[in-house]
């Protein structure tokens, strides 16, 4: 069996190190599964949440370096005061995924949705094997930037029921400074094709649903939301549903300075704009997220809980 930790090159970084030595990659991960909270979330698009809610599992560790991520603690570490700390999460075998998985089916979770684990897919994989042996009979999720190759999806064919993919941008500049992956456009519009021809080939009848293809809005960076609209409408229209989110918040992570990053809102004019661009588009079939202003629910990870109790019930937590 090949070890796609050994060298790794799992994602389009390439870092070519060996994790199962104990060697970190860009991820800043070995090849141990790390895992930071699971929740039954009320938080994610409608079909996913149904009545029980979405049994939602942030893994830890992230190929990306958002310098807005809203996950930080979790993705790329977190600050107290100056001090900087690792990233929050306890490694588990595939039999503690497994076990996780059962907890969230038996608190009544419609799904399991695996958060950013595009770094980690050979163990989740081992997860999710382990997990439909211990008798979980849920839907599997994959949740992640799309800053993947298409050989590492491949991995996940038998796996995963329902993609759902960010395009972050497909603009170059925006995805260096933002991202520190000047790539990330490239690889994200293979990788987003590559899922969309993966849920057709395994449920074509209702195919279009297995891929949410989430885009967060920008805040002063219109033009680049409609090159993805433009790239939706050309490349995925009718063949995956849209989820256009308005939740953008400044976030000073450990990777970015609050002097680099958008420092407001989405405007309502800025918002009124894009909805105009949907119709013009003929993007009918979706999810518009309503604009959201204030921080209020952004998650803390040092908690048991990490969002509100609206948002989510806690059922797995890494302390």
């Known amino acids: 069996m090949i070890n796609h930790y050994k060298p790794c090159r799992l994602c389009p970084r390439s870092c070519n190190v060996d994790r199962t030595a104990g060697t970190i990659g860009y991820c800043k991960e070995t090849a141990a599964l790390r895992l930071a909270v699971a929740v039954l979330h009320y938080g994610e698009e409608p079909p996913l949440v149904g009545e029980g809610g ?32 690792a990233s929050l999460g306890k490694a588990v075998s595939a039999g503690g995924f497994a076990e996780i998985c059962i907890k969230l089916q038996d608190k009544g979770a419609v799904n399991i949705n695996i958060v950013t684990g595009s770094h980690a897919i050979p163990a989740i ?6 997990a439909k042996k211990a008798g979980v009979q849920l839907p599997f999720l994959w949740n992640c930037s799309a800053y993947e190759t298409p050989e590492a999806l491949e991995l996940l064919r038998e796996h995963i029921d329902i993609f759902l993919p960010d395009i972050k941008t497909l603009d170059s500049g925006i995805a260096a400074n933002f ?5 990330y456009p490239n690889a994200a519009a293979a990788a987003v ?17 297995k891929v949410i293809i989430r885009h967060l809005i920008l805040p002063g960076y219109l033009e680049a939301t409609r090159r993805v609209l433009q790239w939706f409408a050309d490349n995925a229209k009718g063949r995956a549903l849209l989820s256009l989110m308005t939740q953008y918040t400044p976030v ?17 004019k800025e918002y009124k704009t894009v909805l105009g661009w949907l119709d013009e588009l003929g993007i009918e079939d979706g999810f518009c997220q309503e604009l959201v202003t204030g921080s209020d629910w952004l998650p803390d990870f040092n908690r048991a809980n990490p969002f509100s109790s609206k948002l989510s019930v806690p059922v797995w937590h890494c302390s």
Do not use: W
Request: neutral net charge.
């Open 54 to 85: 979405s049994g939602t599992i942030f893994v830890s560790g992230c190929n990306l370096r958002c310098v807005f991520c809203q996950n930080y603690q979790i993705s790329q570490g977190g600050r107290q005061g100056e001090a900087v700390r």
């Open 125 to 130: 994989t081992q997860g999710i094997t382990a």
């Open 179 to 183: 991202f520190n992956a000047p790539d």
């Open 193 to 209: 094709l590559k899922m969309i021809d993966m849920a057709h080939q395994k449920s074509p009848e209702n195919a279009h649903e």
């Open 252 to 268: 000073d992570t450990m990777t970015g300075s609050m002097d680099k990053i958008p420092q407001r809102f989405l405007l309502a």
